[in-house]
């Protein structure tokens, strides 16, 4: 089975993802997880965004006097939600070569929950770097219904020639580790994190992909979170405030983003339930580029909550020069095996 870690060293683990080009095979089933609920929110957004003139899809009273009575969701945000849905499983893709089919099958609202999964259907070598490997497709919601289905053909880097996980193999031994869960019919499921038994004292997990701080979602965090403050938006006042041009970004926001990246890893915590000796050590800055890992510093079984246990944890940031620019401890409440949500909600 394939692992969702790198193991580097005895208690050194770098998260990877995807499957190389060698690794596909005709007839394999993925299931990805997790799925995402879609709102009429972004559904507007979308059709607004990229000048979408059919109001079906933001005009609720047109709408209501058609056969959908509501908003339909526009059918390139779905698509954008099938392949953001299965990005870890073919995360080692060049790109995609070629849509054979798409076929929208439901109508899709504003508050349907979406799941994917992808069939293999054909692999096709080449005398590249890549290979070609076309994937069926299939988009469910929440009761199961399909709404949407397509084939696409990937060119998918071959075993050593991925420019970042090339050389770094999928088979850490550590079975709680793994990227996949075999159903009983074969299929394999994505994983959504490690369980409370398979964390051990000393065990440092480094985080992939690296962070790198944009302008843009450093002033749209900035004016969402109501942090209006000129530092973040007045070019003039930051150069006067740090006599550089570089707008700055919000702590806050680099500390969302680093805790973020924690979350692989940490995907079955049931909650933080608290940070101690928070430290920043710089200004941050756009195109600012960060490696965060992560520490299990020592674990204990919860006292009151048989089915978890209690973690604690320090996340380090190191900046593009490779000093420490932020840090914290954590201390996680973290589902044992056979414990949480994961079975009823189709994890």
């Not at 159903?183 to 398979?198: A, K, P």
């Not at 995907?267 to 800055?285: E, I, M, P, Q």
């Not at 020592?298 to 900046?319: C, F, M, Y």
Request: aromatic residues 12%; contains cysteine; hydrophobic residues 35%.
């Amino acid at each position: 089975m394939y692992s969702a870690y790198a193991q580097i060293s005895e208690n050194r683990f770098l998260e990877i993802y995807g499957l190389n080009f060698e690794e596909f095979s005709v007839g394999q089933v993925f299931h990805h997880r997790p799925g995402m609920t879609v709102s009429q929110q972004e559904n507007a957004e979308e059709a607004l965004d990229t000048f979408n003139a059919a109001m079906l899809h933001y005009d609720a009273h047109y709408a209501a006097q058609t056969e959908f009575k509501k908003p339909l969701m526009v059918s390139t945000l779905t698509l954008q939600k099938i392949f953001g849905m299965s990005w870890k499983t073919f995360a080692r893709k060049d790109r995609i070569t070629a849509f054979e089919n798409i076929s929208m099958t439901a109508p899709i609202f504003g508050g349907d929950t979406l799941y994917c999964s992808s069939q293999i259907i054909a692999v096709e070598e080449t005398e590249d770097k890549t290979g070609h490997v076309t994937v069926k497709a299939s988009c469910t919601n929440q009761e199961g219904v399909e709404v949407a289905n397509l084939a696409y053909t990937l060119s998918i880097f071959k075993k050593g020639k991925h420019p970042v996980w090339g050389n770094l193999p999928n088979t850490c031994s550590n079975p709680w580790f793994l990227a996949y869960h075999q159903r009983e019919d074969g299929s394999l499921q994505e994983g959504t994190g490690i369980y409370f038994e398979g964390f051990g004292k000393g065990q440092i997990f480094e985080h992939s992909p690296d962070i790198t701080l944009h302008s843009s979602s450093m002033l749209r965090h900035a004016v969402q979170s109501m942090q209006w403050h000129p530092l973040y938006r007045d070019h003039e006042f930051a150069r006067e405030v740090y006599g550089r041009d570089r707008l700055p970004a919000s702590e806050l926001h680099v500390l969302s983003l680093v805790t973020a990246a924690t979350t692989t890893t940490f995907g079955r915590v049931v909650a933080n339930l608290g940070w101690t000796d928070t430290k920043l050590s710089r200004h941050f800055y756009a195109d600012d580029r960060f490696k965060v890992q992560s520490e299990v510093l020592s674990k204990r079984e919860s006292r009151s909550r048989p089915d978890q246990g209690i973690l604690t944890v320090k996340t380090i940031a190191h900046d593009q020069t490779g000093a420490e620019a932020l840090s914290y401890t954590r201390t996680l409440l973290v589902y044992r095996q056979g414990g949480g949500p994961y079975a009823a909600a189709g994890y």
